[in-house]
């Protein structure tokens, strides 16, 4: 099947849409893929909610007027592809993500984006998961493994959205979690202190040092005991930011940047990779990259280095398991969730 896959992440920057050719099993063609930044007023209005996505109800007026129109930025994006296709796979974007109490929310409007774009639509990819108690994330790691099909093993893939999630794929183990903060915090950080969206190519971070006694209060988080499969909402972290509050901005960005880095470092895995393989925004981060790579032994190299494109990876996976929504194929097994066995889910909505 040809299948756009589209992405909004936790960095709430803007959709992500890629084609790709698969049959949800192996993948035997990329194509074209671009990013469609959100206007600077829909990506306030989408943060907004997520400060009161727990008390948000199903038919609030706010909501449902911020869902329509970032699914209108969603099928602007599949026009500004422009290339035929079958399907599409629509993530949608996550406002809420608690697991333990069974809840997972993505907020999208998949009717109107199969009217918008006259095709069929594959979404709710999360809910079945976390139904059955499995955490619902990472999602990646089946695509992860196909691309990765290939390569010597063990390796790592390590996704630096707004929260950070790894996979490590062995012989014939597949082991994935989120590790932590990605670039969420920093993100937020640079709003706060600059009214920039980001740390622009980690110049504020690569200015500064990073505060060795707030690091180790921040790395004190019962998260980082909990054994893999785990999993976060992008708001789990917010208390570091009042912690490096007092700090100069060069070096609170630094400490924000090394906590990401040393987050992935403190996942536990059967062995080390023989790479780690880095993928997501954060790769465009060199002090995030220079802080990861003074936490492992082996290289630490963007996706690129093996041909994959990283702008693009995680909206060509939910191509990839729109294909296999559409095929009935397990989206998540033990190993990158907890949830009990090898679970499919998904629904499909005619244009």
């Not at 194509?31 to 469609?36: C, E, K, R």
């Not at 774009?117 to 998961?129: H, I, K, N």
């Not at 700090?247 to 400490?255: C, G, N, Q």
Request: with cysteine.
């Amino acid at each position: 099947m040809r299948i756009i896959g589209l992405m909004s992440g936790t960095s709430l920057d803007g959709v992500d849409a890629a084609w790709l050719e698969t049959d949800g099993e192996t993948v035997q063609d990329t194509g074209p893929a671009l990013t469609l930044p959100y206007p600077a007023t829909l990506r306030a209005e989408l943060r907004a909610l997520l400060d009161r996505a727990d008390r948000l109800a199903a038919d609030d007026p706010n909501l449902l007027a911020v869902t329509r129109d970032m699914t209108l930025h969603h099928a602007k994006a599949v026009r500004a592809l422009g290339t035929p296709a079958d399907m599409i796979g629509f993530h949608g974007q996550t406002i809420l993500h608690r697991p333990a109490e069974r809840r997972t929310w993505q907020i999208g409007d998949a009717a109107l984006l199969a009217r918008e774009t006259g095709l069929p639509v594959a979404w709710d990819f999360r809910s079945a998961d976390v139904a059955a108690g499995g955490h619902g994330a990472p999602l990646v790691p089946l695509y992860h493994a196909a691309l990765a099909a290939h390569l010597p093993r063990p390796v790592a893939v390590l996704n630096i959205g707004g929260v950070a999630n790894l996979t490590w794929i062995g012989e014939t183990e597949l082991l994935a979690c989120d590790t932590g903060p990605g670039n969420a915090l920093l993100d937020d950080f640079c709003h706060g202190h600059l009214g920039e969206p980001m740390d622009r190519d980690g110049r504020l971070a690569a200015a500064g040092t990073p505060h060795g006694a707030t690091l180790l209060d921040l790395l004190d988080h019962e998260f980082f005991a909990r054994p893999a499969p785990k999993s976060l909402d992008r708001q789990d972290f917010a208390y570091a930011l009042p912690r490096v509050a007092g700090l100069d901005p060069h070096h609170a960005a630094a400490t924000l940047a090394a906590f990401t880095a040393h987050a992935v470092a403190a996942t536990p895995w059967p062995t080390p990779p023989l790479r780690l393989l880095v993928t997501g925004g954060g790769r465009h981060n060199p002090a995030i990259m220079a802080a990861l790579r003074g936490q492992f032994d082996c290289p630490v190299e963007p996706v690129e280095s093996v041909g994959w494109h990283g702008d693009a990876l995680e909206a060509q996976c939910f191509a990839f398991l729109a294909a296999r929504v559409q095929r009935g194929l397990p989206l998540s097994v033990p190993g990158t969730t907890g949830v009990p066995h090898p679970m499919p889910g998904g629904r499909i909505t005619p244009p």
